[in-house]
C-alpha cells in the first residue's frame, strides 16, 4: 500500500474510532447489559426483547454465539436468533429485532462470543492462522446479518486445562483480537462506523496473566472485568460473591478494588477503557448460618438449581435476616431456621460500585445479566440505582 493510500486509510479509521473515546463530563457512563439469547422464551421467565429497559443501558451483549473449532460461529439457537435479533411478522403484529429496538433508543449492541460453557473451541481456533481468520470474516458476517455494532470475545479462559487450554495461549489470544481488530477496522470503513472490539476478562491476576493484557488492551475498544464469583460454593467457606473491599478474613486481590488495580496499576490498562462487572444475582451456602462458616454447598431447594438471581432473593428475602459487611460493602442474608446464607448484591451496594467507578474515572459497569434484576411490578432496582449515580 502506497504512504498516499496508508495515510488516507490511518485518517478514516481516526474519525471512526471517534465513538470509542472516553466519554466527556456530559455523556453517561457505559452500563453494558448482558443479554442471554435464550430469555426471549416464555419458559425462561426472562424479559423480551421489547420489554428490555434500554433507557438505562448504553450497550447490550448479546449472549451467545459459539465458536467452533474450524474458526466458523453459530448460534445456540439459530432459529431463536433470527426471532430475537430481525424483525418478525406480518402486517401490524410485525416486531422489530432487537437491534432495531436498541438502535432506536441509542444503544448498541455487541454480539458476545464464547461464555463459560462454550469456550472450549477458541484454543483451536487461536493456534492457527487461518482459523483465526475464519473466526474474523464469520464474526463480520454476523454483523452485516443481524447490525451488530461490534464483538465482545468471552474466552474462559486462556490457559484453561478444563476448556482444552495450554500455556501457548497465552500468545495467541492476542492474535486472535489482532486478526479480528483488523478485520472489524476494515468492515468499520464500508459500513462508515466504527465497530467496537471488547473482551470479558477474569478479575483474578492467576487468569490474567495468560491473556496477555499487555499486548491484548491496546486492541480493545474496552475491557469488561468480571468481578464477580469472586467467591462462591465452591470455596471452602462463605464470602461474598463480589465483595466491593477486602473484609475481616478476605482477600484484597479477590474484590472488585482488587482487580481494578490489577489491571490499571498493574497491568497498565487506561481507567478509562475499563469496565467493572456487578451481578444481577446470587450465591447461596445451605448449612452455613454465619459469614466464613463452613457449608454443604448451594441451596438448591428454596433457590432455582441454576442459582439465585435478585428477583429469587427479593422474593425470599422476608424469610431471611439482612446484614450489610461495612468493609466488603456488600450485604448477605442469614436464617437460623434454613441455616443458609445468601450473598448477593442490593440497590445500595451497586450504587456504591457505581460512585466507585465514577470516582476512580472508570468507563462504567457491566452487568450478568440484565434480566435478573426484573420485579413482578416492572421495576429494575439495581439498574435504576446505577442509573441515578451516572446520568449526566
Not at 11 to 20: E, K, Q, R
Not at 214 to 243: F, V
Amino acid at each position: 500500500m502506497s504512504r498516499v493510500r496508508m495515510s488516507a486509510f490511518a485518517a478514516t479509521l481516526a474519525l471512526l474510532a471517534i465513538g470509542a473515546l472516553p466519554l466527556s463530563a456530559q455523556q453517561r457512563r457505559d452500563v453494558v447489559g448482558y443479554y442471554p439469547s435464550w430469555k426471549w422464551r416464555p419458559e425462561s421467565h426472562g424479559v423480551r426483547p421489547e420489554e428490555i429497559p434500554f433507557e438505562r443501558l448504553t450497550v447490550i451483549n448479546y449472549a451467545f454465539f459459539v465458536p467452533l473449532p474450524d474458526g466458523s460461529i453459530t448460534g445456540k439457537d439459530t432459529a431463536g436468533d433470527t426471532r430475537m435479533l430481525l424483525a418478525h411478522g406480518d402486517g401490524a403484529a410485525r416486531s422489530p429485532g432487537l437491534t432495531a429496538l436498541a438502535h432506536a433508543h441509542g444503544v448498541h449492541v455487541l454480539l458476545s462470543v464464547g461464555g463459560w460453557d462454550d469456550s472450549g473451541a477458541f484454543p483451536a481456533v487461536a493456534s492457527d492462522p487461518a482459523r483465526r481468520a475464519r473466526f474474523a470474516r464469520s464474526c463480520a458476517s454476523a454483523i452485516r446479518r443481524y447490525g451488530f455494532d461490534g464483538i465482545d470475545i468471552d474466552w474462559e479462559f486462556p490457559g484453561l486445562e478444563e476448556h482444552g487450554g495450554s500455556p501457548a495461549d497465552s500468545a495467541r489470544f492476542p492474535l486472535l483480537l489482532r486478526t479480528l481488530r483488523d478485520t472489524l477496522d476494515r468492515l468499520g470503513i464500508a459500513l462508515r462506523r466504527h465497530l467496537v472490539l471488547s473482551a470479558a476478562l477474569p478479575a483474578i491476576d492467576a487468569r490474567a496473566r495468560m491473556m496477555s493484557i499487555g499486548r491484548s488492551a491496546p486492541l480493545l475498544d474496552c475491557l469488561n472485568i468480571m468481578t464477580y464469583d469472586l467467591y462462591g460454593s465452591w470455596d471452602p467457606r462463605a464470602y461474598h460473591n463480589a465483595p466491593l473491599y477486602a473484609g475481616p478474613g478476605g482477600d484484597s486481590a479477590r474484590t472488585v478494588d482488587g482487580a481494578f488495580r490489577l489491571y490499571r496499576d498493574r497491568y497498565g490498562v487506561p481507567a478509562r477503557k475499563i469496565n467493572l462487572g456487578v451481578p444481577f444475582y446470587g450465591h447461596t451456602f445451605v448449612d452455613c448460618p454465619e459469614l466464613l462458616g463452613t457449608h454443604a454447598g448451594a441451596d438448591t431447594t428454596l433457590f432455582p438449581a441454576t442459582g439465585a438471581t435478585y428477583a429469587d432473593i427479593a422474593a425470599h428475602a422476608a424469610e431471611f435476616t439482612r446484614h450489610r459487611d461495612p468493609y466488603a460493602m456488600v450485604p448477605y442474608l442469614t436464617s437460623p431456621v434454613r441455616r443458609t446464607l445468601v450473598s448477593y448484591d442490593d440497590a445500595q451496594s451497586v450504587r456504591l460500585k457505581a460512585e466507585y467507578v465514577a470516582a476512580h474515572g472508570a468507563r462504567g459497569l457491566i452487568v450478568w445479566e440484565i434480566t435478573q434484576d426484573a420485579l413482578p411490578d416492572g421495576s429494575h432496582p439495581l439498574l435504576e440505582s446505577i442509573e441515578r449515580v451516572f446520568q449526566p
